[in-house]
């Protein structure tokens, strides 16, 4: 079946340094989401990617769905510490009924 | 207020005893959704339902059981919960699998 690697699992920055989670998957999506998961919280909805090369921009984070459609990243400019969370990749793939299959999750620690 | 509901949020029962984790959106969402989550293995779903009398498995159904008998609500059964099924779930609605997925605030489960 298909699968969504995330990495990194883990990610110690200092406030203000840039993060970035990277996704991919083991065969070709239909689109890409991207959540937050705040300590304590349930899984929050930050975008969805669908075209082959698509660059998003939400303020200081970048969304990117690679030319294949089989990776995407999210970068974070200067962290701040309501950044904190764990950041999930879910693809979906082509054709089928299926719902979303979630990479494990990159969860961001920051320090000030 | 657009949300999906679950609950109770915190259970603990005893293996064997049967229960029931209820979910309700009210956005007349087609696509309902559950999920788990563990520790280092991210979110996996468990079942999913495309609409009312249809549903199908997931990553790991095994132990669990769903309804959908009215568009609104999917509940989560476990006939004879086990400790392995101890865990965090989320109960998620979306319009259809590829548009973005509203998380209920999660029910946290212990098996004993």
């Known amino acids: 079946g298909q699968q969504v690697m995330q990495i990194p699992q883990y990610q110690h920055v200092q406030e203000g340094e840039d993060f970035t989670t990277y996704c991919n998957s083991s065969?070709?999506?239909?689109?890409i989401q991207w959540y937050k998961q705040r300590p304590g919280g349930h899984p929050v909805f930050l975008i969805q990617?669908?075209?082959?090369?698509e660059v998003k921009k939400q303020k200081r984070l970048t969304f990117q769905f690679g030319e294949a459609k089989k990776n995407s990243s999210l970068h974070i400019t200067a962290t701040q510490t309501t950044d904190v969370g764990t950041y999930f990749c879910?693809?979906?793939?082509?054709?089928?009924?299926?719902?979303?299959?979630f990479g494990k999750g990159t969860h961001l620690i920051i320090q000030p | 207020e657009a949300q999906v509901t679950q609950n109770p949020r915190y259970l603990i029962t005893v293996t064997g005893k049967k229960l029931t984790v209820t979910c309700s959106q009210n956005m007349n969402h087609e696509y309902m959704s559950w999920y788990r989550q563990d520790p280092g293995l991210g979110l996996r779903q468990i079942y999913y339902s495309m609409n009312v009398e249809v549903t199908d498995k997931g990553d790991v159904p095994e132990g669990y059981k769903v309804s959908r008998k009215e568009k609104r609500n999917f509940p989560l059964i476990l006939e004879s919960p086990s400790p392995n099924q101890t865990s965090l779930y989320f109960c998620a609605s979306s319009f259809v699998p590829s548009t973005e997925a509203f998380f209920g605030q999660g029910t946290r489960l212990t098996v004993v």
């Open positions: 879910a693809g979906r793939g082509l054709g089928g009924a299926d719902g979303l299959t």
């Open positions: 065969t070709t999506l239909s689109n």
């Open positions: 990617l669908v075209k082959s090369g």
